[in-house]
């Protein structure tokens, strides 16, 4: 079944602009493509965890078609399509690179409404941020505001104004919690139909289930396509081209998955691609896209092409690709090319990655499938929160000869003889020898999973630390008291107060501070309406707090007398709760608990001892 490549494409020269799709897992990403699609994946994945690479092309026509439904006019759209990659993690997007800058165009950012922006959200982020990519945050799971009324598939801001007055309050609040988070990020956004700022991201309120918002997503990705276009779009015969998945296929052998950003392929082209140990050097034997619309998760026949333009997602057999790496770029060799520089310059995407570890120094054997995981689980163990030395890295799957790297590490500091193995085999042998050795194999396929277990396997010494931090850090507060709900003046004092900076938790020493300080007792309970205790209460919220006297000094200290229903309460902070705060809780740069973001300078006056 061949089809000429050539007649989908539009007559102008553009390329298809490629879209990922990033966010936290559980986020929704799964659920918004099949949404968008029309199809239904995600039931079938183990536990609903998008864990493979998969892409969507969405010809144009199909796009014209769904722009009629909801009267957009895009018949100046000229792109002959949308390609959408579905990302693990954000494992393809940082596979999606060549020679430092990004390959993917626009990314949706699928944020969770009721949890709002979350670790991986913010890695993603910062990816985004690094690579300059432009974005639309998709606000997902509208539909769990309570007493949503289901308007399907209709434009979210129509949604919205069906909805009754509390649904609306609670999404408001919810939008703006989220907005500052991002501030907090640096970055400025609101909803897409609020003002016009530039330098702003738009959010897209969206439900993957019932389908509100999917309109102005589709939109949006439109329109950014229909303005960029000509400035990025353009399409040059240079080929651009990245792999992105090494896969075998029943019937087919190894496969390579690549996305062709810029420039043509030909069956029977003369490729280059980054090889385990070295450069392989192959033909082409065939091209194979899904068929449109369809996801090369789904099971079905592929198209065969003779040649293909960019920008496509591009599935190529060929001999000798066992030891091909994802997240390399492909070569193709014209008959003019240097050859033996072209093979260099293959291999050299590895090693721009592996160069940058300190071989010498004491740390754990890091192995993963491909250089972009590589790359990421590398900065992710690096970052000041995780921080596991690395002495040796590879994309490979875990071999004798790696298990005895990291047994050299047994007399050293035993900890470290350890080997975080992400989404790679570990042969038996390997496996047989580590445990004859005493070497630790921890192997798992989400890389923040990976920290954990080797935190586990180590010791808990840190969560035991954060435990005890937790305990002894005072968190900033600043409370007014309310003169009319005085329930008790003297131990235990029991009142009702304003929260008006920071957060009030149980435990929490506090003070009045005046001429100095005069300490009153530490918070025993809060509650937040009659009979309702909860154990921190923030900033906005009115509670009544009971604070007992841990010493007869404090226990002596009378409401009326000692201090007045116009004076301040404020935590007590001392040297080594603020210490704790900065150890667990990167104080002041953020405090990051339940979600709550305060800024430096929203931060309390802290009376320090
Ligand atoms: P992913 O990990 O980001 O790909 O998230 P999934 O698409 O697998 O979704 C995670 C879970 O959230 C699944 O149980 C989905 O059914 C559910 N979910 C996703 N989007 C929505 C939504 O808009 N509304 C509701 N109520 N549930 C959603």
């Given at each position: 079944?061949?089809?000429?490549?050539?007649?989908?494409q539009s007559?102008?020269?553009?390329r298809?602009?490629?879209?990922?799709?990033?966010?936290?897992v559980?986020a929704?990403k799964?659920?918004?493509?099949?949404?968008?699609?029309?199809?239904?994946?995600?039931?079938?994945?183990?536990g609903?965890?998008?864990?493979?690479v998969g892409?969507?092309?969405f010809p144009?026509?199909?796009?014209?078609?769904?722009a009629?439904?909801?009267?957009?006019?895009?018949a100046k759209l000229?792109?002959?399509g949308?390609?959408?990659?579905?990302?693990?993690?954000?494992?393809?997007?940082?596979?999606?690179?060549?020679?430092?800058?990004?390959?993917?165009?626009?990314?949706?950012l699928?944020?969770?409404?009721?949890?709002?922006?979350?670790?991986q959200?913010?890695e993603?982020l910062?990816?985004?941020?690094?690579?300059?990519?432009?974005?639309?945050?998709?606000?997902?799971?509208?539909?769990?505001?309570y007493?949503w009324?289901?308007c399907?598939?209709?434009?979210?801001?129509?949604?919205?104004?069906?909805?009754?007055?509390?649904v609306?309050?609670?999404f408001?609040?919810?939008?703006?919690q989220v907005?500052t988070?991002?501030?907090?990020q640096?970055?400025?956004?609101d909803?897409y139909y609020?003002?016009?700022?530039?330098?702003?991201?738009?959010i897209v309120?969206?439900?993957a289930?019932t389908?509100?918002?999917?309109p102005?997503?589709?939109?949006?990705?439109?329109?950014?396509?229909?303005?960029?276009?000509v400035?990025?779009?353009?399409?040059s015969d240079q080929?651009?081209?990245?792999?992105?998945?090494?896969?075998v296929?029943?019937?087919?052998?190894?496969?390579?998955d690549v996305?062709?950003?810029?420039g043509v392929?030909?069956?029977?082209d003369?490729?280059?691609?980054?090889?385990?140990?070295?450069p392989?050097?192959?033909?082409?034997?065939?091209?194979?896209?899904?068929?449109?619309m369809k996801?090369?998760?789904v099971?079905?026949?592929y198209?065969?092409?003779k040649?293909?333009?960019?920008?496509q997602?591009?599935?190529?057999?060929?001999?000798?690709?066992?030891?091909a790496?994802a997240?390399?770029?492909?070569?193709?060799?014209?008959?003019?090319d240097?050859l033996?520089?072209?093979k260099?310059a293959?291999?050299q995407?590895?090693?721009?990655?592996?160069?940058?570890?300190?071989?010498?120094c004491?740390?754990?054997?890091?192995?993963?499938?491909?250089?972009?995981?590589l790359?990421?689980l590398l900065?992710?163990?690096?970052?000041p929160?995780v921080?596991?030395p690395?002495?040796?890295a590879?994309?490979?799957?875990v071999?004798?000869?790696?298990?005895?790297m990291a047994?050299?590490?047994?007399?050293k500091?035993?900890?470290?003889?350890?080997?975080?193995?992400?989404?790679v085999?570990?042969?038996?042998e390997?496996?047989?020898?580590?445990d004859?050795?005493?070497?630790?194999?921890?192997?798992?396929?989400?890389?923040?999973?990976?920290s954990?277990?080797?935190k586990a396997?180590?010791?808990?010494?840190?969560?035991?630390?954060?435990?005890e931090?937790?305990?002894?850090a005072v968190?900033p507060c600043?409370?007014?008291i309310?003169?009319?709900?005085?329930?008790?003046?003297?131990n235990?004092?029991i009142?009702?107060v304003?929260v008006?900076?920071?957060?009030?938790?149980?435990?929490?020493?506090i003070c009045?501070?005046?001429k100095?300080?005069?300490?009153i007792?530490?918070i025993?309970?809060?509650e937040?309406?009659?009979?309702?205790?909860?154990?921190?209460?923030?900033?906005?919220q009115q509670?009544?707090?009971k604070?007992?006297?841990?010493n007869?000094?404090?226990?002596?200290?009378?409401?009326?007398?000692?201090?007045?229903?116009?004076?301040?309460?404020?935590?007590?902070i001392s040297r080594?709760?603020?210490d704790?705060?900065?150890?667990?809780?990167?104080?002041?740069?953020?405090?990051?608990?339940?979600h709550?973001?305060l800024?430096?300078?929203?931060?309390?006056p802290v009376?320090?001892?």
């Amino acid at each position: 079944e061949h089809v000429n490549a050539e007649s989908k494409q539009s007559e102008e020269s553009l390329r298809s602009p490629i879209c990922c799709i990033m966010g936290h897992v559980d986020a929704g990403k799964t659920k918004l493509l099949d949404r968008i699609r029309g199809t239904n994946v995600q039931e079938g994945e183990a536990g609903g965890i998008t864990q493979q690479v998969g892409a969507t092309f969405f010809p144009a026509e199909n796009i014209r078609e769904r722009a009629k439904e909801i009267n957009v006019d895009i018949a100046k759209l000229k792109v002959p399509g949308l390609l959408v990659i579905d990302t693990p993690g954000h494992e393809a997007f940082t596979n999606m690179r060549s020679r430092g800058s990004g390959l993917c165009d626009i990314a949706i950012l699928v944020v969770d409404l009721m949890h709002g922006l979350e670790r991986q959200t913010i890695e993603s982020l910062n990816l985004l941020k690094s690579r300059n990519t432009d974005f639309i945050v998709a606000l997902n799971k509208v539909d769990r505001l309570y007493g949503w009324k289901t308007c399907r598939n209709t434009r979210f801001k129509e949604a919205l104004e069906r909805q009754a007055k509390d649904v609306k309050n609670e999404f408001y609040m919810r939008l703006n919690q989220v907005i500052t988070q991002f501030k907090e990020q640096g970055l400025n956004t609101d909803l897409y139909y609020e003002g016009n700022m530039r330098e702003r991201y738009n959010i897209v309120p969206t439900s993957a289930i019932t389908g509100e918002g999917i309109p102005e997503l589709l939109w949006l990705l439109l329109q950014w396509s229909q303005k960029t276009m000509v400035e990025k779009l353009t399409y040059s015969d240079q080929v651009q081209c990245n792999v992105l998945e090494v896969k075998v296929v029943e019937g087919l052998g190894k496969t390579i998955d690549v996305v062709l950003v810029n420039g043509v392929l030909h069956e029977g082209d003369q490729i280059v691609v980054c090889g385990n140990e070295e450069p392989i050097v192959t033909t082409i034997r065939s091209l194979l896209t899904p068929h449109p619309m369809k996801e090369l998760r789904v099971k079905g026949t592929y198209l065969h092409h003779k040649e293909i333009k960019a920008a496509q997602f591009v599935k190529i057999t060929a001999q000798g690709l066992e030891h091909a790496i994802a997240g390399t770029s492909l070569y193709v060799v014209r008959p003019q090319d240097d050859l033996e520089g072209i093979k260099e310059a293959a291999m050299q995407d590895v090693k721009s990655v592996t160069s940058r570890i300190d071989k010498s120094c004491e740390g754990v054997c890091v192995q993963a499938s491909t250089r972009g995981s590589l790359e990421a689980l590398l900065d992710f163990l690096k970052s000041p929160e995780v921080n596991i030395p690395v002495r040796y890295a590879s994309v490979d799957p875990v071999h004798k000869k790696d298990v005895i790297m990291a047994s050299l590490m047994l007399e050293k500091k035993k900890e470290f003889a350890a080997i975080l193995a992400f989404d790679v085999k570990v042969t038996r042998e390997a496996q047989e020898l580590a445990d004859e050795l005493g070497v630790k194999i921890f192997t798992a396929d989400v890389i923040y999973h990976l920290s954990n277990m080797f935190k586990a396997g180590t010791g808990n010494l840190e969560e035991e630390k954060k435990e005890e931090a937790a305990r002894e850090a005072v968190f900033p507060c600043v409370l007014k008291i309310l003169a009319d709900n005085i329930f008790n003046k003297k131990n235990p004092i029991i009142l009702g107060v304003d929260v008006l900076a920071g957060i009030v938790k149980v435990g929490t020493p506090i003070c009045v501070p005046q001429k100095g300080f005069i300490d009153i007792g530490r918070i025993a309970s809060i509650e937040i309406s009659e009979g309702k205790s909860v154990d921190l209460a923030k900033k906005g919220q009115q509670v009544t707090i009971k604070i007992v006297g841990t010493n007869p000094e404090e226990q002596k200290k009378i409401y009326g007398r000692h201090f007045k229903h116009d004076d301040e309460l404020v935590s007590h902070i001392s040297r080594r709760s603020i210490d704790m705060l900065k150890a667990y809780y990167l104080w002041p740069v953020k405090l990051d608990m339940n979600h709550i973001l305060l800024p430096k300078k929203q931060l309390p006056p802290v009376v320090m001892t």
